[in-house]
């Protein structure tokens, strides 16, 4: 088996079975009905995150869906948010994050074990399809920006498959590394490559800009120059993340060694006994026998 073809194969064995999209659309049902049962027709409730972009993966995921209220509200963003929060408490258990409530109680049956949702609370400013969102931390007690535009940049890219691999890499090894960071990352460092198909060596063209870039480079909310949104790691974070990517680049780079490959993604070898022949064979199991440790990338 080539590499390419091994990755193309890693990616499809993460793809969402149909159970699975059936449990997402069962538990953002749950929840936008309970919301609507609090605040009636007026907010939007609508899937966003990678769900909507289309870099999702099976062995690891989680849904985000937002709940924007009309311009004409008048209360507070604070006072939204904290209304939202509220009745949320009222049936889940919540963790509050920096722009969002994320529900951690919910249960599905082919759901990754840390499986949640993040509720999303925002105001629609007038005139416009941009949102307010507030902010719980940092300098800011609100934020200007729009799904659709984070949504449109990601999935117009071209990168969307070589997102997800990245993404599955950072994951298995234990990377933490905000996701709308790091799609930012791949669609910036790739947007002029003319490989883009080529899993393979797009995936070391980030390594290599991982190693050589990230703790520089400057991460800019596409709907809004005013968020930088690399500001959100630390520094101690990026070189963390750089000395990792560095460390798989010159385990792989020039390699066509599968067995490097699959250490790269924590993807071991499994032995299985052939019923036509005595001896024990080797076989791939592509994606099948990670097991993952806590932290997981956020």
Not at 139 to 151: A, E, F, S, V, Y
Not at 180 to 209: A, C, D, H, M, P
Request: hydrophobic share 30%.
């Amino acid at each position: 088996m080539n590499i390419e073809k091994y990755l193309q194969d890693l990616l499809k064995s993460q793809d969402l079975t149909k159970q699975q999209e059936i449990d997402l659309e069962k538990h953002k049902k749950e929840v936008t009905d309970y919301l609507r049962k609090e605040f009636g027709d007026d907010p939007i409730i609508k899937y966003a995150g990678s769900r909507e972009k289309e870099t999702m993966f099976s062995e690891r995921y989680d849904l985000d869906i937002v709940c924007y209220f009309p311009s004409s509200d008048n209360r507070t963003l604070k006072e939204i948010r904290d209304d939202v929060a509220h009745h949320l408490e009222d049936k889940y258990q919540l963790t509050h994050k920096s722009s969002s409530e994320r529900i951690l109680d919910l249960k599905g049956s082919q759901a990754p074990v840390d499986f949640h949702i993040d509720v999303v609370p925002g105001r629609f400013i007038e005139g416009t399809t941009d949102v307010f969102l507030n902010v719980a931390y940092g300098d800011k007690q609100r934020m200007q920006t729009n799904l659709k535009t984070h949504i449109n940049h990601i999935k117009d890219s071209g990168c969307v498959e070589i997102i997800r691999l990245v993404k599955l890499w950072a994951h298995r090894n234990n990377i933490k590394i905000k996701t709308f960071i790091l799609e930012l990352f791949v669609v910036k460092v790739l947007s002029e490559y003319r490989e883009k198909g080529n899993l393979k060596k797009s995936f070391l063209k980030v390594l290599e800009e991982f190693k050589d870039k990230f703790t520089s480079i400057q991460l800019v909310d596409p709907a809004n120059s005013k968020n930088i949104v690399s500001q959100l790691l630390s520094d101690p974070e990026k070189s963390s993340i750089t000395n990792q990517a560095d460390s798989t680049y010159k385990e792989i780079n020039g390699s066509d060694d599968l067995a490097k490959w699959k250490e790269a993604f924590v993807d071991t070898e499994t032995k299985t006994d052939s019923s036509n022949n005595s001896s024990t064979k080797s076989a791939y199991i592509v994606g099948s026998s990670f097991q993952p440790s806590r932290p997981w990338a956020i």
